[in-house]
């Protein structure tokens, strides 16, 4: 097990490049097991659930090679449909592999996905959607089992805009008879980023972006190379690093539209930012007021994923903060370790009542899931003192060279194995 060293308490100046979506990868890999032809994914970030992936699609018969950051993927001799119980429990994600696996080979087999314990994150709505397309579901002994003849076309009705089964319910119906119209689905930049690498596969997908997607299946589809859009959630981290420390950063990459809920509330509480080009600028000084209320929702909303991070930025604020989280009911696990840094933070079921302090202090603290381990170590590069952050094997699961990006900007981080 790895940990961070961290002295805190310098400023960020410099230029961040900001790695392709970790959220819109995932399920382009998936989305490569539906053609038989080569697929080329270019600067795909090689982050621990990427990896998890590529292993996953290395088991059901796809041939994978890397050079640098371009990913090829070979579909051709896969045959196997069941995605190994291992894998599947490291990653959420896995789940993905649900619409496409069913659509190609008629069936598909997977133990119940894991990734990061924030809560309960039913795939209820996945299945249902499966099963309105025909393919029939069974789930007995922690594994799901879908089979079909032929997935068709029909209409599904989210009862929540889940960005999963949106992103699942699309790539089964890229292959099948009919159309497909997904209403209430989600509207985040990954479900566009898919439809965009689907279409270039031969797909007819339209509507990614609004509550209502629209599948005309086709009957194959081929081969494509394809740049993932940038990582807003990434991004946002570095755009909150730089408000906790103060200072300037350019974020190379970076889209600021994909960003307008974090980039109103940094604009809030006085940072300066402005884009160009692919660029983001950011200038804060050390005096910060507290965002009043800071309130999670699906796109275009303020991101869950970027919950744990506002919250450590909202506890050296001037004034109080109300945050509270309505995705997943226990997102709030690094709270008790930002007390221990000197945070002064009252959780209330959903809510977190936050009253700022002059700065937090060195400790030792422990990541316990994915944004909550960056949330700690932006603590620990803005607070008075020492610090260790442990357990990053989390943060490796969606940061490519985290340490090295903040190091090249002027924080005093280094990673030791325990």
Known sequence: MDKYIIEGGRPLYGEVEIQSAKNAVLPLLAAAVLTEERVVIHRCPRIRDVLNMVQILGELGCKTKWVGDELTIDGGDAANHEIPAALARELRSSVFLLGSVVARFGRA????????????????????????????VAEEGGYIDCTCEKVRGAEVVLDCPSVGATENLIL?????????????????????????????????????????????????????????????????????????????????????????????????????????????????????????????????????????????????????????ENLFETRFKHVPELIRMGADITVRGRSAFIRGVPCLHGADVCASDLRGGAALTLAAISAEGQSTVTDLSYIDRGYSDFEFKLRSAGARIRRMRV
């Open 172 to 324: 089964a119906a890229a292959t099948a008879e009919g159309r497909t119209v997904i209403r209430n689905a989600a509207k985040e930049p990954e479900i566009v980023d898919l439809q965009n690498f689907l279409n270039r596969m031969g797909a007819k997908i339209a509507g990614g972006g609004t509550s209502v997607v629209a599948v005309d299946g086709v009957r194959r589809l081929h081969g494509a190379e394809y740049t993932p859009v940038s990582d807003r959630i990434e991004a946002g981290t570095f755009l909150i690093a730089a408000a906790m420390c103060g200072g300037e950063l350019a974020l190379r990459n970076a889209n600021p539209e994909n960003l307008a809920s974090l980039v109103h509330k940094l604009r809030e509480i006085s940072c300066k930012i402005h884009a160009k080009d692919d660029k983001i600028y950011i200038q804060c000084g050390k005096r910060r007021l507290s965002p009043s209320l800071v309130e999670t929702s699906p796109y275009p909303g303020f991101p869950t994923d970027l919950q744990a991070p506002m919250t450590a930025l909202a506890c050296i604020c001037d004034g109080a903060t109300v945050v509270v």
């Open 109 to 136: 087999r997977i133990a119940y996905p894991g990734g990061c314990d924030i809560g309960l994150r039913p795939i209820d709505l996945h299945l249902s959607g499966l099963r309105r397309l025909g393919v029939w």
